[in-house]
């Protein structure tokens, strides 16, 4: 995974003066010998020229932490503190902030060691509010060291993301196909969200392509292929396009970052790739993601934009799947029924041709694509990775902006049932809690695509607060209700 930021937060530790300063510079050090006990210390620095606790303090501490190469910042309220400086580090600090504070630490200190932290959270909140400064508090904020640690710890998934947004450029290719005007939507809040776009034609990418002809990278290339598809390599012979492929793609990728450290794809990949270029890029995509280089398909750039952020909150590949069809009667009565929790209406399959990355998929096959081989010569069809999605934990999840330029996204915990799909492409057996009900008056209310993406693990509440967090309002973040809790939109009398 190298194309996400890595982060390293400053801990600040902030005072009010009428407060003892040791109470601050005490519990700062118990935080992070609680941190360091439990976590990667890399990930944080403690900031130590001063407790904050005026302006010119806010000044040297962020002086301090710029220096140290912090990109996150947690604002430590080790007492009451003060309420301008403390919101003014959040303020003038270039990235994303998180506030915390600390709890009593005993009956038999209440008197000189009682800090006060959990009233100045409120002044904190205020005057964050007052500021229209972005912060992160965590459910319950105050807490002793080891739970301070703990909330921080968190907080890193979620301050990885939003460092990775900062510094995006999605690269497209072509316009959405005919037909896939669910894939459209306004770019407006990528500008908004401080994401870079690159729009390019089709006949851009094919050009590069042909000026990768005989380029002496590919046989590598190629060996590293067949070395992922071992037994599953059925189609040899279509390897060298895909290397050719690759290589085209990730030197457009290093010629065209411009000044954006990250990248991802939205691709074109049909009705014309296949006749022009000889072959379909699902398992070039797939790779590419498992690089940490998320690719959407049909030119998904919101899909790319999600898949993105799933990748850093994961810290791992992730998918873009259709929400595809629906499980079998017959499937269902044989497989799920009275072995797993789930009512028929919970599950359906996902599915794409072959972009989702060998490691999460149970084997993996170089195929045809089938559905494009019903119309075309099969032999342009080939470069699909087939395979059953492996069972375990998801989080169907997607940021979509309106056709009104709003923002608005869902996120669902699920599982891949340990089921035998029978069908092609790169697909799984999915069950999700009251999915039904989440798919009437979330996906269909809401005026989704049928695209989702798919992190492996249960990662809604870091993606919840990152959606927050750059603007989502919380009304507009969808999830899977539970039985007895309607929607909205749900008829009271169904």
Not at 139 to 152: H, K, L, Q, R, S
Not at 192 to 219: M, T, W
Not at 343 to 372: A, E, P, R, V, W
């Amino acid at each position: 995974m190298n194309n996400m930021p890595k982060v390293k937060i400053g801990i600040v530790a902030v005072s009010r003066d009428c407060f003892p300063e040791s109470l601050s510079v005490n519990r700062r050090k118990a935080l992070i010998e609680a941190y360091k006990a439990k976590y990667d210390e890399a990930e944080i620095y403690e900031c130590p020229i001063c407790i904050v606790e005026s302006e010119i303090h806010m000044v040297q501490a962020l002086e301090d932490v710029k220096k140290a190469g912090c990109n996150a910042l947690v604002v430590y309220l080790g007492n009451f503190g003060p309420e301008i400086s403390e919101t003014l580090l959040a303020k003038h600090f270039d990235g994303p902030s998180m506030f915390v504070a600390a709890a009593e630490e005993s009956q038999n200190d209440l008197i000189q060691g009682r800090g006060d932290a959990y009233c100045g959270m409120l002044n904190a909140s205020y005057n964050l509010k007052l500021r229209n400064i972005k912060a992160y508090i965590p459910e319950y904020p105050v807490g002793t060291a080891a739970e301070c640690a703990d909330m921080i710890h968190e907080f890193v998934p979620i301050a990885k993301a939003i460092v990775g947004l900062s510094s995006l450029k999605i690269i497209s290719f072509g316009p959405r196909p005919l037909n896939f005007l669910a894939c459209n939507a306004p770019i407006k809040q990528l500008y908004n969200l401080g994401v870079e776009i690159e729009e390019n034609s089709e006949l851009d990418l094919f050009e590069a392509y042909k000026k990768h002809d005989g380029d002496e990278r590919i046989p590598a290339k190629v060996k590293e292929m067949e070395e992922e598809l071992g037994a599953g390599n059925h189609k040899p012979e279509i390897l060298p396009k895909l290397a050719q492929y690759e290589l085209t793609l990730l030197d457009w990728i290093e010629e065209h970052r411009g000044y954006r450290e990250y990248v991802t794809i939205a691709g074109k990949c049909w009705p014309a790739f296949q006749t022009q270029f000889g072959f379909v890029p699902c398992y070039v995509n797939s790779r590419l993601t498992g690089m940490g280089i998320p690719v959407s398909c049909e030119v998904d750039i919101y899909g790319a934009l999600s898949e993105f952020i799933g990748t850093c909150v994961s810290d791992d590949a992730v998918t873009l799947l259709d929400i595809n069809n629906s499980v079998p009667d017959d499937m269902y009565a044989e497989a799920i029924e009275g072995k797993f929790n789930y009512t028929h209406k919970d599950t359906f399959m996902g599915f794409h041709c072959g972009n989702t990355c060998s490691t999460k998929l149970t084997t993996c096959n170089m195929k045809y694509q089938m559905i494009m081989a019903r119309s075309l010569p099969e032999e342009v069809t080939q470069g699909t990775l087939e395979g059953d999605i492996v069972p375990g934990d998801i989080t169907f999840y997607r940021l979509q902006s309106t056709a009104d330029n709003k923002l608005r996204a869902y996120i669902a915990h699920g599982e891949v049932l340990p089921v035998a799909s029978k069908s092609f492409g790169a697909i799984g057996v999915f069950a999700i809690p009251e999915m039904g009900r989440f798919y009437r008056h979330v996906l269909i209310e809401g005026n989704y695509p049928h695209h989702g993406a798919v992190a492996f693990g249960h990662f809604g509440k870091a993606l919840y607060e990152v959606f927050k967090f750059i603007g989502v309002e919380p009304e507009e973040i969808g999830y899977n209700q539970p039985a007895g809790v309607r929607y909205p939109t749900e008829n009271p009398f169904a």
